[in-house]
């Protein structure tokens, strides 16, 4: 066995969960190593909608223009037909501009999950990640210093030990270093099985130049539990899947979707009895709904279905791995540069936690109408539940790294992002400004730091800024924001830093001209005063410690603070240190 090497973290997983975390910890820069036993990525698409919280992060990430560039330009709809050459019963949104318009500055793309993990992969290594398909995880222990893993090269070149300060579980549902862990996991368990079935086709004739997402096909195979699950997704490169219940209770395998019974059931799906069909492959899997009891053991962490299994509907599932791997890696970033102390990543778990009971209980909801044949399934909300994008934009955090404003709590796990409130625990809302001349959104300015937006009347939080980036050692970038001038004024900002082109931005974030909000590097509000302080260093710093040093005590997780990175935008009165 070779020699251990140490890299501090370890990521175990080379799906979407592990990728993203190896980019978005890349991006933070920290070392990171991945390993995936497979030697190379999954043949099936899977996921297929890349929603617009994801994809404002991989806006961060700067790979927002390389998925767009595989979006095929179909419509947010869903259709429900007996036949697609048939009748067309009835139509629903399914998301979109209808859905998102106006509250982020970009938007949701469709595009496959095998198509997704090749750019993420591309990205994370162009940030620095050593990705490394063909090794498996054989073991690992762990210790107050750290993880030691013993790793095994599947081409047969034997076994190696790493050791991490921390490790990352993204290897899947079934996840073995969660099992290794005693994590259990609990929830309403299996709803249903289903059969993917991948395939070429020309359906045009069948279309009729209609475009949609998803088509759920009446009484084409019914289970033996009455699930009524067909549905026919447009995939990208010419793809479709027909996916159908399987009688896993009485055996049912991959093995029994033949080429013969998978031509016969995408005909009728169709309505067109002498279809040429490419059958491409078959995959058979359980529709699961399961939340782990925990996300952390000592300095392991899981994220993604290694923490949570939700049902496809909804798409809530792998846009959820994203945003865990997100909040996750500043997070350990801090924490490794001794910027943070160790207490800081306790709040993984409490923020990410009842996220993922929010979306189980919005999915299994979704998947119960759509396992009952009910196009509702996959519209914006089922019931009386809350919008898809009061679920994608507008979910809260109400504990972990953040300071609640004074006054009684609102422990709704939701709020409506049309009306954001500008509350700690949420995410930072979208507001349109100029800078140098330059339009761009609020979302825009978040991430890898820290950042600090004040009123017109805010140079003095912005000279706190960098004083306690200084003295914490803390990335904070400080913009000041001003209203739109009068037409007589001209459009420039001043020396502001940006313009709120559309005066939305005091309303938004719940302060005044003299107020200020503190934004985490994922983009949530960490904290904020409506109004001017007598002594804002002092509230920043405290804000800070509190955020950043839970325990009270100074950080032993990694090495020295890093290198002071402070900006306060184009002003005058706040200047730059660096």
């Known amino acids: 066995m070779r020699e251990a090497e140490h890299v501090p973290v370890l990521i175990v997983g080379g799906a979407v969960s592990g990728l993203s975390t190896a980019a978005f910890l890349a991006r933070q820069g920290v070392a990171c190593r991945l390993v995936e036993r497979r030697g190379r990525p999954a043949w099936h698409p899977r996921m297929s909608d890349v929603g617009p919280r994801s994809m404002e992060l991989f806006r961060s990430l700067g790979i927002e223009e390389r998925l767009r560039a595989l979006d095929e330009g179909r419509e947010s709809v869903i259709i429900r037909v007996d036949r697609l050459a048939g009748r067309e019963i009835e139509r629903l949104s399914m998301g979109g501009p209808e ?116 088509c759920l096909v009446d009484d084409l195979v019914d289970s033996a539990t009455g699930d009524r699950l067909n549905i026919l997704l447009e995939r990208n490169l010419g793809r479709w899947t027909l996916s159908v219940p399987c009688d896993a209770a009485r055996g049912e395998g991959a093995a029994d979707f033949t080429r013969e019974r998978c031509v016969d059931l995408i005909r009728r799906a169709v309505g067109q009895d002498d279809l040429s069909v490419e059958v491409l492959g078959t995959d058979v899997w359980p529709m699961r709904a399961l939340l782990a ?36 890696a500043w997070k350990l970033a801090a924490a490794l540069d001794g910027t943070a102390s160790p207490g800081l990543l306790d709040s993984y778990e409490a923020e990410r936690r009842p996220v993922a009971q929010l979306l189980l209980r919005e999915s299994v909801a979704r998947a119960g109408l759509f396992l009952a044949g009910a196009a509702q399934g996959g519209s914006r909300q089922p019931g009386d539940g809350p919008s898809k994008a009061g679920v994608v934009l507008g979910y809260r955090y109400n504990s972990g790294a953040l300071i609640p404003d004074p006054g009684p709590a609102d422990p709704a796990p939701v709020e409506d992002p049309r009306r954001p409130s500008g509350r700690p625990g949420t995410r930072a809302p979208h507001v349109v400004v100029e800078r140098h001349g330059r339009t761009l959104s609020t979302i825009d300015l978040f991430g890898p730091g820290f950042v600090l937006l004040t009123g017109s009347r805010g140079a003095a939080w912005q000279r706190a800024a960098a004083e306690v980036a200084g003295d914490l050692g803390v990335d904070i970038t400080a913009y000041r924001v001003t209203p739109p001038p009068s037409p007589s004024a001209g459009g420039a900002a001043g020396d502001a830093g940006l313009l709120d082109v559309e005066d939305r931005w ?38 800070l410690v509190r955020l950043l040093r839970p325990s009270g005590a100074p950080s032993t997780a990694g090495g020295p603070p890093r290198p002071l990175t402070v900006t306060a935008d184009a002003s005058a009165t706040a200047p730059a240190a660096s």
């Open 506 to 543: 005091t309303g938004a974030y719940g302060v005044g001209d003299g107020g200020a909000v503190l934004v985490r590097p994922d983009g949530f509000i960490a904290w904020r005063r409506p109004a001017e302080e007598d002594r804002p260093g002092d509230a920043l710093r405290d804000a």
């Open 99 to 214: 859905e998102y318009g106006g509250l982020t500055p970009t938007g949701q793309v469709w595009c496959d999950q095998d198509q997704l993990e090749p750019v993420l992969r591309a990205r994370a290594e162009e940030l620095g990640a050593d990705i490394r398909f063909g090794v498996e995880l054989v073991g690992f222990t762990q210790d107050e210093a750290g993880v030691r893993a013993v790793l095994r090269d599947t081409a047969g070149d034997g076994e190696h030990t790493v050791t991490a300060s921390y490790l990352v579980a993204c290897d899947g549902a079934q996840s073995p270093v969660r099992e290794r862990l005693g994590i259990t996991c609990d929830g309403p368990g299996v709803l249903s099985h289903q059969a993917g079935i991948l395939f070429r086709a020309d359906l045009s004739s069948a279309l009729r130049g209609r475009s949609f997402v998803l």
């Open 293 to 328: 009891e925990r996300y952390r053991s000592g300095r392991v962490f899981l994220v993604g279905d290694a923490a949570k299994v939700l049902p496809p509907t909804g798409g809530f599932g792998g846009n959820s791995c994203i945003e865990d791997a997100h909040n996750l």
